[in-house]
């Protein structure tokens, strides 16, 4: 049971550049969501999902795009890296609406140069 | 090592009277805290953050925090709680090393707002 992992680590964009930041989870969670992380500042939602096939907004989706094929996989897409994504990606999952404890991944520290 | 650990797991108060949820904190490093609320079916919502500023940290809805470096506390106080307060709030330390982002929450309290 590896609960929730990201994938990279690190990595560094040229501006305009895409890609994707991959998210699993293997606990069988409904509820997944993506948060970005700006130096000093708290979690801001990008996206989230209540289960497959279904996504939607959160405060801060402008420049991403999410899919949700399976109820493991949340991947995040950046298809124009501009400067202001620079950020730290947190990645979360949680089991249903009652139990509203999210476990996180080990965040992506994205660097858009 | 870095740890949080909210008081609490459950509050309730009535409507209008003063909300009290408590987190103490453990950090080798200047710690960042915050507070998040969640409602039901939803992400997590920023109320507030402390990170190496005033001491007091007013947030959004009327919520405020002190930062108690004597008693590593961060307490979420509210003079007058509203039945839209009902929610789960989390306290939430941060670290960043050069090699390394680190979310630590808490688990959470659960305030419940009677009429």
């Known amino acids: 049971n590896a609960g929730v992992t990201q994938t990279p680590k690190f990595r560094i964009l040229k501006i305009g550049q895409s890609m994707t930041l991959q998210c699993t989870q293997d606990?069988?969670?409904?509820?997944m969501y993506w948060y970005r992380q700006d130096p000093g500042m708290g979690l801001k939602l990008i996206y989230y999902s209540v289960g497959a096939g279904i996504t939607d907004k959160g405060e801060v989706p402008n420049g991403y795009n999410v899919s949700r094929s399976t109820t493991e996989d949340f991947p995040l897409r950046l298809e124009l890296a501009a400067p202001s994504q620079t950020s730290v990606y947190f990645c979360?999952?949680?089991?249903?609406?009652?139990?509203?404890?999210?476990?996180f991944g080990p965040g992506t520290r994205l660097t858009v140069l | 090592a870095q740890s949080v650990t909210q008081l609490d797991s459950h509050v309730s108060v009535s409507e209008g009277t003063p909300v009290l949820l408590r987190c103490n904190y453990s950090s080798s490093y200047s710690p960042s805290l915050f507070w998040y609320v969640q409602h039901p079916n939803k992400g997590l919502q920023l109320l507030l953050k402390?990170?190496?500023?005033?001491?007091l940290v007013k947030g959004i809805n009327g919520f405020e925090a002190e930062f108690k470096k004597s008693e590593t506390s961060f307490h979420l106080t509210k003079p007058s709680a509203h039945m839209s307060d009902a929610a789960e709030y989390f306290c939430v330390v941060f670290f960043s090393s050069y090699n390394t982002d680190k979310l630590i929450f808490g688990t959470g309290t659960r305030l419940q707002v009677f009429p």
């Open positions: 979360a999952s949680s089991y249903s609406r009652d139990t509203n404890k999210q476990f």
């Open positions: 402390y990170t190496s500023a005033a001491t």
């Open positions: 606990m069988n969670h409904n509820y």
